[in-house]
């Protein structure tokens, strides 16, 4: 293993890893897609909110 030390500053480090991420988040996204199955519980938005709101009032009416 090299023992390279490299010297930046803070804002080209973040550079450096935004631009690694962004890189690789397609391909993961593409392999996602290939090979695996999506699951999915059936919900669309309507039935997600109306289970949150559910959910909050039971919360609030155990206080």
Do not use: H, Y
């Amino acid at each position: 293993m090299d023992n390279t030390v490299i010297v930046t500053t803070p804002a080209q480090l973040q550079t450096i890893i935004s631009e690694a991420v962004n890189a690789i988040l397609p391909k993961l996204a593409d392999f996602r897609r290939k090979n695996e199955p999506v699951e999915t519980d059936g919900m669309n938005v309507e039935d997600r909110r109306a289970a949150a709101a559910l959910r909050l009032a039971e919360s609030a009416n155990r206080k």
